[in-house]
């Protein structure tokens, strides 16, 4: 990962290197700041393509200056399109394709870009400040005004909290541009459902899938993988291995004392031969690292917290005991395929809706998660269930074929990997709750130390001081006052709790997580 920060106006030099402090590991390679005629563009760099000097950032190209956090796949071939027109480029960098496909596109260059991106371009001959974020917000963005009502642009929202009031998230698949935010594309967004048969479509499924995994391994620097055991990052190392030609190296946590997936994730590295680490945590190290892990994150959100613990502690290890810097998780596969609880989701239009929903919503939640807890340690993070053209197609599927009609979440997907992938109790497990994967009783651990937090009189008065997504348990509030502790009064950059859809039968709950669903059945063990 890298940082990224504009102040879009006059004397921003001291307030850009301020707010740079806040994100010094998600860029610890080097760091530089650079004066614009109409403001200031700070980078910190975390060295991952184009390694050298030459590959740090900001870019400049006759006046325009940009930088990028972002991997762009499929660079290698716009860099040539871009040599024959006559550009020359002096690093390896993918993101140095940025100015000169600004000069030959204009904004339209955002559209084209196959990539994992936030960035910002100064234009000299404007004056202007333009900023984007990739479709599905991947790569971190916020925006803030200063008390003058000068525009400020950063990765993440720590980087802006003494310099803005309020910080909102930048949006998906828009760019900025003349004071406005423009959509360039909403990958939800479908032209034609594709009405295919079954056998067609888990095909698509299965080579999109491939593709996706396969150009994200491509990394000047050392590649890993998480692995908890459960389908979606247990088929990201799979084919990541069969792609490789020395075992890969995957990496799981557990509880010390209930880990219900180290088994599981073990079962797999056998299996596919990768090297494999296993980190076990305790109940004191999941406690002691919470105000952390909410200050990282820059949410209240509950199953977003529970679910960090882990993957914050894992990442920690990693980054301390190994030279691995990329990591490909397993994110973004039950926003496409279904959660546990789209079980109820009554038809297939209110499975599409709210499949769509969670795509628009996943830059606060999971991918936010992923983001800090890999780049707080100084890794980048990498989604192959994110790429644009696998995301396009499975939204276009017919949402038919997406219900669970097979008693079997996620078939199109299990049945599109069928073979030697992975052993077939692996393929067709059911699914557990990330949190509960770690270990049943670190969830437990957190609510038992919210419910000793509080007495029940502080509970019920504390909330009364909330409007927006007021909390509504001792757990809740407890993330909620650590959370106003670091960004006070910007609670409206996560839109509310991630929960299940309450307007279902058997979806109204008042835990996020799935083993209070009546379908849970066996998906802990």
């Known amino acids: 990962m890298c940082t990224i920060m504009a102040y879009c106006g006059v004397g921003g030099m001291e307030k850009v290197t301020e707010g740079l402090k806040a994100t010094v590991s998600r860029g610890p390679d080097d760091q530089r700041i650079q004066e614009v005629a109409g403001g200031v563009l700070g980078f910190q760099r975390l060295s991952i393509m184009g390694l050298t000097p030459e590959g740090m950032q900001p870019f400049e ?52 870009l196959d990539a994992e991106f936030a960035c910002v371009i100064y234009d000299d001959a404007s004056g202007e400040f333009i900023a984007a974020r990739d479709p599905i917000g991947i790569r971190p963005l916020y925006y803030g005004k200063s008390e003058d009502g000068t525009m400020l642009f950063a990765s993440e929202a720590k980087n802006l909290v003494k310099l803005c009031k309020k910080i909102m998230p930048f949006p998906p698949g828009h760019y900025y541009k003349g004071g406005k935010f423009h959509c360039y594309c909403d990958i939800t967004a479908v032209d034609t459902v594709l009405y295919h048969d079954i056998d067609t479509v888990c095909k698509n499924i299965h080579d999109k899938l491939v593709a996706g995994v396969k150009k994200r391994l491509d990394a000047d620097a050392k590649v890993g993988f998480l692995l908890s055991g459960g389908l979606d990052s247990s088929l990201v190392c799979a084919i ?22 180290l088994k599981y994730a073990k079962q797999v590295a056998d299996y596919i031969g990768s090297d494999h680490t296993e980190v076990i945590i305790t109940s004191d190290d999941v406690i002691s690292a919470l105000e952390d892990v909410i200050h990282l994150l820059g949410t209240f959100d509950i199953t977003t917290i529970r679910a960090s613990m882990g993957m914050y502690l894992l990442c920690k290890a990693i980054h301390e005991q190994t030279d691995i810097r990329v990591l490909l998780t397993g994110e973004i596969s039950d926003e496409l395929f279904g959660y546990k609880y789209t079980d109820f989701a009554p038809s297939a239009e209110e499975f599409q809706q709210e499949s769509v929903k969670r795509v ?105 001081k909330y409007s927006h997504a007021k909390p509504f348990t001792k757990e809740s509030l407890l993330y909620r006052e650590i959370f106003e502790k670091y960004y006070p009064d910007n609670s409206e950059m996560v839109v509310d709790f991630w929960m299940p859809n309450k307007d279902w039968e058997g979806c109204n709950v008042n835990d996020p997580s799935a083993r209070v669903l009546s379908n849970y059945g066996a998906s802990g063990e």
Request: with cysteine; net charge negative.
């Open 360 to 464: 628009h919503e996943l830059h606060m939640y999971d991918v936010l998660r992923a983001d800090r807890c890999i780049s707080v340690n100084s890794l980048e993070a990498r989604v192959p269930f994110g790429d644009l053209d696998f995301v396009k197609y499975v939204m276009a599927i017919d949402p038919e074929m997406k219900l669970n009609k097979y008693n079997k979440g996620k078939y199109l997907l299990r049945h599109a990997f069928e073979g030697d992938y992975l052993p077939h109790d692996i393929l067709y497990r059911e699914k557990a709750a990330f949190s509960d994967a770690v270990g049943h009783s670190m969830v437990d651990y957190l609510k038992e130390y919210a419910e000793n937090y509080y007495s029940d009189e502080e509970f019920e008065l504390k909330c009364t």
């Open 61 to 112: 190209l006759d006046g325009d200056f940009a930088v990028c956090n972002g991997e762009i796949y499929g660079f290698r071939k716009l860099r040539d399109e871009l040599i024959s027109k006559g550009y020359v480029f002096r690093s390896d960098s993918d993101c140095e394709i940025l100015l000169p496909m600004y000069r030959e596109y204009g904004t339209d260059m955002f559209e084209k």
């Open 240 to 261: 990541a291995q069969r792609e490789s030609d020395k075992p890969i190296r995957t990496f799981a946590i557990g509880m010390n004392t209930d880990a219900i997936d």
